[in-house]
């Protein structure tokens, strides 16, 4: 069935330092791709997403490609912030598996002024 | 346009007990999807509702259960708590139409339930 994999954490950067949390999936067909965030005592809130081969999703500085051929969709920020301290979550909305998202193990991100 | 709402927000039960937590989805949105959330599970799919009926279910045992409603508020009732059961759960709300995969869930903030 469908799954997402991404990097263990806590990932620990200082303040204005670049971020990378790995994200590879597997699928059948073409998923629609998702980072989500959530902050200390919310819920989830979705970051940006990518629908096909390619697109870049982008907010608040934060980026994903969809990279098909390595069945990948990495999130990356040139200058992180300690407000970017959060869970960070890869899923997938595939075709299989019915309607449901897929949602990774999650990244925990302390960032550190 | 109001967030996905959850009541109660905090939960405190016994052993035995059994709970009823409920989630009001935006307004025009058909699916609601719960989801329960643990230190050491990560976040784990219980089911989703779409226009009243059941679509997708996770792996949890029968204690777990839910209901949509006709104006798709939802309902999930955990019975015979256990300690396990302890954990903060999640409910999410999509358009949930089945040719648009691309729609994003929009997530409550939770209930932290809480089992003694």
């Known amino acids: 069935g469908d799954s997402v994999t991404q990097m263990e954490g806590p990932v620990t950067l200082s303040e204005e330092a670049f971020l990378t949390i790995n994200c590879t999936y597997t699928?059948?067909?073409?998923?629609?791709l998702f980072w989500y965030v959530q902050y200390p005592g919310e819920g989830l809130q979705l970051l940006l997403k990518?629908?096909?081969?390619?697109d870049k999703g982008s907010n608040k500085g934060f980026e994903a490609t969809y990279r098909k051929e390595t069945t990948s969709f990495h999130l990356e920020k040139g200058s992180v912030q300690v407000s970017d301290s959060a869970v960070y979550f890869c899923?997938?909305?595939?075709?299989?598996?019915?309607?449901?998202?897929?949602f990774g193990a999650g990244t925990r991100l302390f960032v550190k002024a | 346009k109001a967030g996905v709402t959850q009541t109660p927000r905090y939960l405190i039960k016994t052993r035995g007990q059994q709970v009823t937590l409920s989630c009001s989805p935006i307004?025009?949105?058909?699916?609601v999807s719960w989801y329960q959330q643990t230190p050491g599970q990560g976040l784990q799919f219980l089911f989703e509702?779409?226009?009243?009926?059941?679509?997708n279910k996770g792996n949890f045992p029968g204690r777990f259960s839910g209901r949509q409603f006709s104006n798709s508020r939802s309902e999930m009732n955990v019975s015979t708590l256990e300690l396990g059961d302890s954990a903060l759960y999640l409910c999410?709300?999509?358009?949930?139409?089945?040719?648009?995969?691309?729609?994003?869930?929009?997530f409550g903030p939770g209930t932290r339930l809480t089992v003694l």
């Open positions: 999410a709300s999509s358009l949930g139409v089945s040719a648009e995969q691309s729609n994003e869930q929009f």
């Open positions: 699928a059948t067909g073409y998923p629609s």
């Open positions: 990518a629908t096909k081969a390619d």
């Open positions: 899923a997938l909305k595939g075709n299989t598996g019915g309607f449901k998202t897929i």
């Open positions: 307004s025009g949105h058909r699916s």
């Open positions: 509702y779409f226009s009243e009926t059941q679509r």
